[in-house]
């Protein structure tokens, strides 16, 4: 008997559950603070002209954090994962057949599409906020289609993997950290090609900086490049940096999540929430 | 109701394949945490369709010993056997023919009672078969629970009792051929508690269910369980009926009455007997006469004592257990 395609099923009706808890009541202040803010710095900086290029800081800014928030999506992972070891909704899942693949069917369906309406609050108003984007053309749809597939599973791999090392919500915090920094160097907010050649390198191995690319490639105007590496959208880098990440996380993550997930029991989590009341108290 | 099982067919039918109708084989297992040895050398077994009660000091490795058989926690040595899988070795499907209720749960405080419970139910379906129909229906489930009232609400706003119940519905919802409860009943009121007896007798009766149990209640340990394992020391100090612990520490009945205005006190191995022959010399001054037969508490004490006794003193061990008597 094949239990795959009904645990599939019942992850998919816990993704669409958990998405219903993440937009309900409070959570939903939560979920709007960063993709308005982010609208905000669009808003403020649309006017701002790039160098002499004719391009405005906001028009490039807009598709960048397209990319920004798909990778976001790691950090949410690492994130719900540490709070569900702690609560112990992971042994639950681990206590029950099938559990542990339906956990995760239905993390990837929330998130995704958490990230898919981070998209739309940003998208919707953006367009009528800065000029020159090309969104009335099909290609630019399906570039943002193939650079979201790969993004989204590349990303929320990776997640899982960190969460499943990160042992935490604590640890999960301190994460942010460095994902803030890859952010801030990945040409999100001020073209790369501003940047010390090392530092291009260094972005240039993560998914963020692609993402960011990506995203500008399907929405800017072709002659938008200039700002760029090579002066190119270099749309086959792209798919191989993305669709690499995207492999090693299909691969790695399962064995990772497996792992660690053998590792949970009852005492586990006892202790666990031990050491974080003492951290309170 | 749907979902549940005819008792004719199921009589009928061959269930899963089991090693000779035992449930839980356990031999020579041994659990260290680090340089401390927590059990040293436990070997039981359970059989299908009993109520096992794994009954031992806090600290004792009853957890331990459960969170092994689950399949949760890696042992150091010795053989273990459930549903005739090395629970080292389980499969989703050996998974899915039992149920867990750990000692605490938290879990899933977002989700509604009645959605969680539907859900986990959801794992189950694939695992449903002409004689055990999977899962239990959520609505029957939730009444038998005495939580339909609360289906809708968030389960984070639960009490803990009622937390504690939502615990053990969803124990059950897969119905499990083995059930493992750690505590179940810590935290519910006395008519929830009774309920709970009632719930364990029903999947017993109903699906030939095989129960372990742990508890501090000796009193629900007496109700429920056939047999009571008591765990001390890293070893096993006890097992048999309720009936036969109580009888191994007999001579321990204690007779008091009042004679020549003072009370008297003794502990003895047959009272009726003791109170014949006090009637017999001085019977019309004999005044309060009261007999208090030992009790499962009271064979616990006793075996739990001398068992501790014995590790703290190997050298002296007190052969007789000594319940009653101070
Ligand atoms: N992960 C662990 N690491 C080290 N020691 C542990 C661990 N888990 C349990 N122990 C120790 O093992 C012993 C047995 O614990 P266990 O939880 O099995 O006891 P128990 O019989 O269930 O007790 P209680 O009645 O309090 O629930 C205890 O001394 C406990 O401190
Ligand atoms: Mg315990």
Known sequence: ?281 | MPNRVDRASFAGEETMPDSGGLSIEVDGLRLRYGTTEVLHGVSFQVRRGEVLALLGPNGAGKTSTIEILEGFRMRSAGRVDVLGVDPALGTEHWRARMGIVLQSWRDHPKWRVRELLAFQGSLYAPYSTPVIRRPWDVDDLLAAVGLAEQADRPIKVLSGGQRRRLDVAIGLVGRPELVFLDEPTTGLDPKARRDFHALVRRIRDEFEATVLITTHDLDEAEKLADRIIILAEGGIVADGTPSQLTRQIAGHDEVSWVHGGARQVRHVADSTAFARGLFARDGNSIRELEIRRATLEDAYLALVRNAEQAAAHPAEVAPEPDGASR
């Open chain 1, 1 to 281: 008997m094949t239990a795959v395609a009904p645990a599939l099923r019942a992850g998919v009706g816990r993704g669409l559950i958990e998405l219903r808890q993440a937009f309900t009541g409070m959570e939903l202040v939560n979920q709007l603070l960063w993709p308005v803010a982010t609208l905000a710095a669009v808003f403020f900086l649309r006017d701002i002209a790039i160098g002499s290029t004719g391009y405005r800081l906001g028009t490039i800014i807009l598709p960048g954090a397209l990319g920004m928030f798909v990778a976001l999506g790691a950090l949410l992972v690492v994130q719900q994962l540490a709070a569900d070891r702690e609560d112990g909704t992971l042994l639950r899942a681990k206590a029950s057949p099938n559990g542990i693949r339906a956990y995760l069917v239905g993390k990837l369906v929330q998130i995704s599409a958490t990230i898919l309406a981070y998209l739309a609050i940003i998208l919707i108003p953006g367009v009528f906020l800065v000029s020159g984007l090309e969104i009335a053309d099909p290609t630019s749809w399906i570039t943002f289609a193939w650079v979201l597939l790969l993004g989204l599973v590349a990303t929320q791999t990776i997640g899982a993997m960190l969460g499943s090392v990160v042992a935490t919500p604590r640890g999960a915090g301190y994460l942010s950290l460095p994902v803030l920094g890859l952010i801030a160097i990945s040409g999100i907010f001020a073209p790369i090609t501003g940047l010390p050649d090392w530092l291009q390198w260094i972005a240039q191995v993560f998914p963020v900086y692609w993402l960011g690319l990506g995203m500008r490639a399907a929405f800017l105007p072709d002659e938008a490049a200039i700002v760029e590496i090579g002066e190119s959208w270099r749309h086959l880098e792209t798919a191989a940096v993305l669709g690499a990440w995207a492999v090693v996380g299909l691969v790695l993550a399962p064995v990772v999540l497996r792992r660690m997930a053998r590792r949970e029991s009852g005492s586990s989590v006892a202790r666990r929430r031990e050491r974080a009341m003492q951290r309170v108290g």
